[in-house]
T-cell receptor, first 113, second 112 residues
Framework: TQLLEQSPQFLSIQEGENLTVYCNSSSVFSSLQWYRQEPGEGPVLLVTVVTGGEVKKLKRLTFQFGDARKDSSLHITAAQPGDTGLYLCAGAGYGGSQGNLIFGKGTKLSVKP | DAGITQSPRHKVTETGTPVTLRCHQTENHRYMYWYRQDPGHGLRLIHYSYGVKDTDKGEVSDGYSVSRSKTEDFLLTLESATSSQTSVYFC???????????FGQGTRLTVV
């Protein structure tokens, strides 16, 4: 059973388009992290959201944590080819425990010039 | 960039042989982790360490062992490599449990 479902799995868009990636769970997490991974590299943290309903912005990227802390979204405005990569969400504190980070399977984004 | 180095970066080995992957950090972080990343499965935790000689199992620990004799080094050993252990292995470090994780560049292991 996948605790964190990411959708879509693959996304191919043109430069300048907007997109949203979703990370959903039936479980509550104490926080949620978003990472981006480029080919041949390890994931790099983009943001951590902690409070239900929290919205964080990182240039053209907007991250939101659901009110119930079960889901999150990543919205990219005017995507650039440099945004290409694998986007991973990771949940911490699953079910109120101190358990380890749980990763979603990722969304592979390709932005064509 | 966080000071985390994995070695080797690439390895091909034969079924049944033992293999050891090394993770070295210069950040003095308490927590160290070994993940494997496979298509269709994402990142899955193998083992992690919360201090010198303190380790615990993750989601997919069967066939793997770890050791941490120094703060800076975390070793992952495949006791008898199998083809199902062909994967990309990532080491990660963090200051606290579930705080920001810094990942190494990965080791691509092929078991033939």
């Amino acid at each position: 059973t996948q605790l964190l479902e990411q959708s879509p799995q693959f996304l191919s868009i043109q430069e300048g388009e907007n997109l949203t990636v979703y990370c959903n769970s039936s479980s509550v997490f104490s926080s949620l992290q978003w990472y981006r991974q480029e080919p041949g590299e390890g994931p790099v943290l983009l943001v951590t959201v902690v409070t239900g309903g929290e919205v964080k912005k990182l240039k053209r990227l907007t991250f939101q944590f659901g009110d119930a802390r079960k889901d999150s979204s990543l919205h990219i405005t005017a995507a650039q080819p440099g945004d290409t990569g694998l986007y991973l969400c990771a949940g911490a504190g699953y079910g109120g425990s101190q358990g380890n980070l749980i990763f979603g399977k990722g969304t592979k984004l390709s932005v064509k010039p | 960039d966080a000071g985390i180095t994995q070695s080797p970066r690439h390895k091909v080995t034969e079924t049944g042989t033992p293999v050891t992957l090394r993770c070295h950090q210069t950040e003095n972080h308490r927590y160290m982790y070994w993940y494997r990343q496979d298509p269709g499965h994402g990142l899955r935790l193998i083992h992690y360490s919360y201090g010198v000689k303190d380790t615990d199992k993750g989601e997919v620990s069967d066939g793997y062992s770890v050791s941490r004799s120094k703060t800076e080094d975390f070793l992952l050993t495949l006791e008898s490599a199998t083809s199902s252990q062909t994967s990309v292995y990532f080491c990660a470090i963090s200051e606290g449990l579930n705080t920001e994780a810094f990942f190494g560049q990965g080791t691509r292991l092929t078991v033939v």
